[in-house]
């Protein structure tokens, strides 16, 4: 799939070089690694007067990303993520704030379904074509019953702020995630208690062991990118490309606690509450062959602030009018693990402008 993908980004480019000449340009879009805004107010700074409309954005999307709309860093935690559907819809007030909605369709045979929503809220801020900053919020709302593929995190801050005046736009974003998860199981066990001159008493019940994972992933990315752009012919056709280098820096520090709960049948307990020497053998036997039954545990972990990526980011967007096509490949080295250590996410967004 990852060569069916580059095979048609390199289509796309020699179509749009034959039929465009290069110019230079005065960079003053935002860098917002993970979406096509940033590239839609280089693309209106050419043919609109950005302070003056306030803009709608459909979009839909192929990718293999579930954790963040924005965030490199925490994307590149995933191991085997799947290939999702994403319609989306954005307003963009001429004043930089921007709100939108995705739906999130997991597209995986008998697993397919929708398996989360998010909310987004931002703020996009230019200061003389040189620096660019923005803010973004995220909530993520979980399908109960594809929660397994949904992102952990329920809410999602990422700020960035680039420089655009040099000819390799440095780029710093910082990140900061929260979120929890619950597993679920139960199960029926059955309880051998030996009996002297009795016989062997087996007594059947059922555990529900619950495991809550609450998580806080704080990230900074560090990234340097070079943004070439072709402008065809015809007014309003053009292409932009842009390769980034990045380092990804992570801290995770998360809590997990389990619990182990054991449940009986009327008989059983009217048993147990009518013989007390036969409860307090029970009690004990109980003890010995499930140790760990009927108790809490936990366990905190604060790590510590690594460097756990370097990624090379590559980023073509083919504007057509107000239409806009945006295939999108970032290359992960994973460097806090010997395993996975090579990892390709993608994505291919189509949309149109609304004004």
Not at 117 to 141: A, E, P, V
Not at 210 to 233: A, Q, W, Y
Request: aromatic share 18%; net charge positive; charged share 15%.
């Amino acid at each position: 799939m990852y060569t069916r993908f580059i095979y048609t980004l390199s289509i796309c480019v020699i179509f749009f070089i034959n039929n465009a000449y290069s110019q230079s340009f005065t960079d003053s879009s935002e860098l917002n690694l993970d979406s096509i805004e940033k590239e839609l107010d280089l693309f209106l700074a050419q043919y609109y007067n950005k302070k003056d409309h306030s803009y709608f954005h459909l979009s839909t999307a192929f990718n293999n990303t579930q954790l963040s709309i924005n965030n490199l860093a925490l994307n590149a935690q995933q191991i085997n993520p799947g290939i999702s559907f994403t319609p989306s819809l954005e307003y963009i007030h001429k004043s930089g704030i921007s709100a939108g909605y995705n739906n999130y369709i997991l597209l995986d045979g008998s697993n397919s379904g929708i398996i989360q929503h998010s909310l987004n809220l931002g703020y996009n801020y230019s200061k003389q074509q040189k620096i660019d900053f923005g803010l973004y919020y995220t909530y993520y709302i979980k399908n109960a019953n594809q929660s397994q593929y949904a992102s952990p995190y329920n809410h999602d801050f990422y700020a960035y702020g680039s420089w655009n005046k040099s000819y390799i736009q440095p780029t710093i974003a910082l990140g900061y995630a929260t979120g929890s998860y619950n597993e679920y199981k139960e199960s029926t066990e059955q309880l051998l208690i030996s009996r002297p001159f009795r016989g062997d008493t087996t007594i059947r019940f059922t555990v529900y062991d619950s495991l809550t994972v609450r998580h806080k992933d704080f990230t900074s990315t560090l990234s340097f990118k070079k943004r070439f752009i072709f402008e065809g012919k015809n007014i309003g056709r053009s292409i932009i490309f842009t390769p980034s280098f990045l380092f990804m820096f992570v801290k995770n520090d998360y809590e997990v606690e389990y619990k182990s709960a054991s449940a009986f049948t009327p008989r059983t307990q009217i048993i147990l509450q009518n013989q007390p020497r036969f409860a307090a053998v029970f009690q004990r036997e109980l003890g010995r062959q499930f140790p760990g039954l009927n108790e809490t545990r936990g366990y905190l972990n604060n790590g510590g602030f690594n460097l756990q990526s370097l990624g090379i980011n590559l980023d073509l967007t083919a504007y057509f009018g107000k239409f806009y096509i945006n295939p999108r490949i970032y290359f992960d080295y994973y460097l806090l693990s010997s395993e996975n250590k090579l990892n390709a996410f993608f994505s291919l967004q189509t949309g149109l402008f609304i004004n």
